[in-house]
């Protein structure tokens, strides 16, 4: 696996149904969904474009949530993935800094070591110790990348403490910090280049989470494709350094989402 310890390399949809989420992201994003081909399990695989290489790379996938998942609680949901040297010492310091482990560490044929935990604030992420040679550009660390993710942001309770967690079980660092007034400090997470940020959970979010930034090829025509496809658009189009434009949103099963990207034209 070359990514390095602590990257982000993968992202995972849980959805009430793929079918209609297979819809809705693959005509706001571009992606190009096929199925996994494990056995005896729905699992699908999202594609997005490479336009240099003139091929689809694999970015993330869909998890359709069973109905005895749903009896227990789950509900729709991004999950992201971070690329670990080792699994299972990985979990233990995890679940010794006060996180949690929600599926322990489970082999998949042919595709990695992986196990689902929670920091100490109960935000869901996986760790995983792929396979392949390969290295994931599920985020696109080096520059813009159309349909891949652009930015890993936690939005938490205590951001001290979930720094100190995720700077000691991943090696990230701080790369400086925006004053955002009433609502606190915005601080930059480096780890082989800016991967995202840290931020106070707002009130009105129920729960701690990461949103995770894809990018479309056009804001607008993605916020359009949101809403004409049974989606609800929360917060934006609001302009940010640089010139891009975020907005976050709730797809029609539920699951927030989040995007960054140009205006066309």
């Not at 299972?88 to 322990?104: C, E, H, I, R, Y």
């Not at 780890?191 to 995770?212: C, D, L, Q, S, T």
């Not at 894809?214 to 658009?233: E, H, L, S, W, Y």
Request: aromatic share 10%; glycine share 12%; net charge negative.
């Amino acid at each position: 696996m070359p990514n390095q310890h602590g990257e982000f390399i993968w992202y995972e949809l849980a959805t009430g149904s793929a079918d209609a989420a297979q819809h809705f992201y693959s005509t706001m994003l571009g992606w190009r969904i096929t199925d996994s081909g494990q056995p005896g399990m729905d699992y699908r695989i999202l594609h997005a474009r490479d336009e240099d290489a003139g091929e689809w790379r694999p970015i993330g996938g869909v998890m359709p949530l069973t109905e005895e998942m749903q009896r227990c609680g789950a509900r729709p949901v991004w999950l992201g993935y971070i690329a670990v040297d080792d699994v299972d010492q990985t979990v233990a310091k995890v679940t010794a800094l006060g996180g949690s482990v929600q599926m322990p560490a489970t082999d998949i044929p042919e595709v990695g070591r992986l196990a689902m935990v929670t920091d100490p604030q109960g935000t869901p992420f996986y760790v995983m110790r792929g396979h392949s040679n390969d290295a994931s550009l599920a985020f696109a660390s080096d520059r813009p990348r159309v349909g891949h993710c652009a930015w890993n942001e936690l939005a938490t309770p205590d951001p001290e403490a979930a720094k100190a967690f995720y700077f000691e079980v991943f090696g990230w660092t701080k790369d400086g910090e925006m004053d955002m007034g009433p609502m606190g400090a915005y601080e930059f997470v480096r780890h082989n280049g800016v991967i995202g940020a840290i931020m106070p959970k707002p009130e009105e979010m129920p729960v701690p989470m990461w949103h995770y930034y894809f990018r479309p090829a056009d804001i607008d025509a993605a916020i359009k494709a949101t809403t004409d496809n049974g989606g609800q658009v929360l917060h934006g189009p609001d302009e940010i350094p640089g010139g891009d434009f975020i907005v976050k949103g709730v797809d029609p099963q539920g699951a927030l989402f989040a995007l960054v990207g140009s205006r066309g034209g």
